[in-house]
């Protein structure tokens, strides 16, 4: 008997739908990440205001996660995306109006964010468990790492995009932002597939659910270990984005200049997700996760060391390979892993605890930046990578994690 290999991902009309219009939305998210903080660096000269804001937009995390994932679950997932954008268009476009009028109150900023933060999560959950349904199971991981190119193009193109903006009006990265979840609205308008499984009527309380969702990953070993793990390192990496951002200011960037630093990121990040496929095939997976943790200890501590803003953009763009294949070796694990009915649940409590560390860290990397200033900020952020790295070398469900192709 021959098999027949489906087309490329490319020829996948309804895939290609919905990436391009994540594409475009992912880089108007890049754009406003940048274009926040340096807004209320411009009106208030306050790192720790500008970790506020970003307190605001991460918060969500903590509070819609669970709730959301059952939902998810619940309603139509197609439905809950086009819900989506179209609040975001709204909530960030009512930023661009408040700048253009000069009414942009720090009250204001947060409470767009919270909302954009809050609808980016009901959408990032019902897209993940959606995927299944619009690629064949045999391109799940191809897909995955497709997903982390746009990922990192949007870091690419979006940020130093962001500065550029900004720099010739305060007003235009949330215009530009606005309009690309107009773009992902009208793509995903054209997608065909029904986006979950067949689902029996659901009889049962929102918090049973969850707590479906709760007692499933916590008696997966692994899943539950990189939850964790994940968590601290998000910490690190949310504190450290300002921080960045504040110490290329401190070494005379220009917005354009710093929007180039985080650049050099996405550029080598997008080499990385390119090259996830093949690596996870060739290399385990115990030894991408703890290696992965060993080498981003390792780059904070240069980020400590460099003195001009290239450095940090060469740093920046070593570290950035890392990224996408961590990203989808840990995924194709809970892809193989969780079933469809609970994929968003399942998503939703990882979430909650691996990104409900996102606004602590942003606020905690404000605070810290105010009150001992960047280098220490980078210095403690390294301690707290090295303890994680230290940790996952020292489990053995971590050090020799699933078998992909009898993962049960």
Not at 88 to 116: K, Q
């Amino acid at each position: 008997m021959t098999t027949v290999r489906p087309p490329s991902l490319w020829r996948n009309r309804d895939f290609m739908l919905l990436w391009t219009g994540q594409v475009v939305s992912t880089v108007g998210v890049r754009v406003t990440s940048l274009a926040f903080p340096l807004l209320v660096l411009a009106t208030t000269g306050s790192p720790a205001m500008a970790g506020l804001v970003g307190f605001a937009q991460s918060l969500p995390f903590l509070l819609c996660y669970l709730p959301a994932g059952a939902y998810v679950d619940r309603w139509d997932r197609k439905r809950v995306m086009l819900v989506s954008d179209a609040g975001r268009a709204l909530a960030i476009g009512s930023v661009a109006v408040a700048v253009a009028t000069d009414t942009a109150t720090l009250p204001l900023l947060m409470a767009a964010a919270f909302v954009e933060g809050a609808l980016f999560v009901f959408f990032q959950l019902a897209e993940a468990s959606a995927l299944p349904h619009v690629v064949p199971r045999s391109q799940l991981n191809q897909a995955l790492a497709q997903n982390q190119a746009r990922e990192q193009g949007a870091e690419l193109a979006g940020q130093p995009l962001g500065g550029v903006l900004f720099g010739v009006g305060h007003m235009l990265p949330f215009v530009f932002d606005a309009l690309s979840y107009v773009v992902s609205f009208v793509t995903l308008c054209f997608v065909r597939p029904k986006l979950q499984g067949e689902r029996e009527p659901v009889s049962t309380r929102l918090r049973t659910e969850i707590a479906e969702g709760v007692r499933w990953l916590w008696h997966q070993r692994f899943l539950r270990a990189m939850v964790s793990l994940i968590g601290v390192t998000n910490l690190a990496f949310n504190a450290l984005t300002l921080t960045l951002i504040v110490r290329a200011q401190q070494l005379g960037a220009s917005p354009a200049q710093i929007g180039l630093v985080f650049a050099g990121y996405g550029a080598a990040a997008i080499l990385g997700a390119l090259a996830a496929p093949a690596l996870q095939r060739w290399l385990p997976g115990g030894v991408v996760i703890i290696g992965s943790l060993w080498l981003w200890a390792a780059a904070f501590a240069l980020v400590a060391v460099a003195a001009t803003p290239l450095w940090l953009g060469v740093v920046a763009a070593l570290t950035a390979p890392i990224g996408p294949v961590f990203n989808v070796v840990v995924s194709a694990y809970r892809y193989a892993l969780t079933p469809d009915r609970l994929q968003a649940r399942v998503l939703s409590v990882g979430r909650l605890v691996a990104w409900g560390t996102i606004p602590i860290g942003t606020l905690g990397g404000g605070l810290l930046l105010e009150a001992v200033g960047a280098v220490p900020t980078v210095l403690v952020l390294t301690a707290i990578l090295t303890a994680v790295a230290i940790t996952a070398t020292a489990l053995p469900v971590v050090r020799i994690p699933p078998n992909l192709d009898d993962p049960r």
